[in-house]
């Protein structure tokens, strides 16, 4: 499946994004997909996933603030961002897989396709 990510921009701290994920080639109603981001310097880390039952799973620094959700009839992907922090400044990138399972879904290895990123800068 290909994933194209989109959304990102710069952002005052407290301010909110939108990121979208649009897939294409194939539907994602069977995968388990996942948002994870990339600060410069820094490892690619996870921020939030969404499982084909919709259940939901954050990483603790954007719990409460990040909000992941499907729409399987549009093949997207979302990640609500509100209450931004200058330290949620990354390259965010989304993917998926259908054989990721529930206790790798926050690791980076089992997933197998990945989107190209978008620029997400939020000011102090």
């Known amino acids: 499946v290909q994933l194209q990510a989109s959304g990102g921009g710069l952002v005052q701290a407290g301010g909110s994004l939108r990121l979208s994920c649009a897939a294409s080639?194939?539907?994602?109603?069977?995968?388990?997909m996942a948002w994870f981001r990339q600060a410069p310097g820094k490892e690619r880390e996870f921020v939030s996933a969404?499982?084909?039952?919709?259940?939901?799973h954050y990483a603790d620094s954007v719990k409460g603030r990040f909000t992941i959700s499907r729409d399987n009839a549009k093949n997207t992907v979302y990640l609500q961002m509100n209450s931004l922090k200058p330290e949620d400044t990354a390259v965010y990138y989304c993917?998926?897989?259908?054989?990721?399972?529930?206790?790798?879904?926050?690791?980076?290895?089992?997933?197998?396709?990945w989107g190209q990123g978008t620029l997400v800068t939020v000011s102090s």
């Open positions: 969404i499982t084909r039952s919709r259940h939901t």
């Open positions: 080639g194939r539907s994602i109603s069977n995968y388990q």
């Open positions: 993917t998926g897989s259908a054989r990721v399972i529930i206790s790798s879904l926050r690791l980076k290895d089992p997933y197998s396709d």
